[in-house]
């Protein structure tokens, strides 16, 4: 499932830029539970590639809080920290359906040269050439209304997200869309 690009590039930014406030144990030790370490609120692993090629992580794990902030620390040192309470609330409050998008169709339509529509059993096809001034649209080799196009990819365009589901769909789509573009750097949804 794709991630909402800006969303998941936030929370990453959040945890990557992490500042570590001050110092408040050298080695805790048995005294994790003193900072709600002993059962982290939240543990984030942090995949990345280092300098050599090779895969590496981190793992982060939050605890309790003050007003100060929130205790962390690097998973297995005796060392806390204070950070932000900001990350703290970001990272315990991500979820998958946080971090979808809120579009349904996210695309650059001035590259769109086309698309099918699939309904009834059928499929229509629209071809759409970009002049300096005007847009045109042909369905079947006949110029289409444009209003009537464009009302189409409107409406298209709006669509946001409800939510997500677990359950799988089931049967047949009543309704589809191809779009077709010229732009080969454009990304596959």
Request: charged share 20%.
């Amino acid at each position: 499932m794709a991630l909402d690009t800006s969303a998941a590039k936030s929370l990453a930014e959040q945890i990557t830029g992490l500042m570590w406030t001050k110092c408040v144990d050298y080695k805790a030790g048995d005294r994790l539970a003193a900072y709600g370490l002993d059962e982290p609120a939240a543990t984030v692993t942090v995949g990345y590639t280092g300098s050599d090629g090779a895969a590496a992580s981190f793992v982060l794990e939050i605890g309790g809080s003050t007003n100060s902030g929130s205790y962390a620390r690097i998973a297995d040192s005796g060392m806390i920290y204070l950070i932000d309470s900001a990350v703290t609330d970001a990272v315990t409050s991500a979820t998958a359906s946080s971090l979808l998008p809120d579009e349904i169709i996210s695309m650059d339509w001035s590259e769109v040269t086309g698309f099918d529509i699939f309904t009834g059993g059928k499929t229509y096809t629209v071809d759409i050439t970009r002049g300096a001034d005007t847009t045109t649209y042909k369905t079947g080799g006949e110029t289409a209304d444009s209003t009537a196009v464009e009302a189409v990819t409107g409406e298209l365009d709006s669509l946001t997200a409800a939510g997500s589901t677990e359950t799988a769909v089931t049967g047949a789509a009543s309704l589809s869309f191809t779009f077709r573009q010229e732009n080969t750097g454009f990304p596959k949804a």
